[in-house]
């Protein structure tokens, strides 16, 4: 079955930078699209980053343009986001997302992993 799980969460002050990873399996991975989503404590759950299947396409949330970027390595099964210039607002549960298929559509994903936790903080 699906799986997927998120690595490399944890605390960084603000302005500094992190890079989550995503380990996929149980599915082709190179055939669907994929995206970031986080939860902050009380929110409810915001897209912030889409990628098509053979990444050459990549969408962000206005709120992280030019701060993160998503990426992918098709032949290791791993989706990444980096993550710069961090603000406190950052601060959340972020989670990747496979999608059905190839169209990236906000978070009408199909399968998500556990979550890792970004805190940014001095």
């Known amino acids: 079955q699906v799986q997927l799980v998120e690595s490399g969460g944890g605390l960084a002050q603000p302005g500094g930078s992190l890079r989550l990873s995503c380990a996929a399996s149980?599915?082709?991975?190179?055939?669907?699209?994929m995206s970031w989503a986080r939860q902050a404590p009380g929110v409810g759950l915001e897209w912030v980053s889409g990628?098509?299947?053979?990444?050459?396409?990549?969408y962000y949330a206005d709120s992280v343009k030019g701060r993160f970027t998503i990426s992918r390595d098709n032949a290791k099964n791993t989706l990444y986001l980096q993550m710069n210039s961090l603000k406190p607002e950052d601060t959340a549960l972020y989670y990747c997302?496979?999608?059905?298929?190839?169209?990236?559509?906000?978070?009408?994903?199909?399968?998500w992993g556990p979550g890792t936790q970004v805190t940014v903080s001095s």
């Open positions: 990628i098509t299947s053979d990444g050459t396409a990549t």
């Open positions: 997302g496979k999608y059905p298929g190839t169209v990236i559509r906000g978070t009408s994903n199909d399968s």
């Open positions: 149980g599915f082709t991975f190179s055939r669907y699209a």
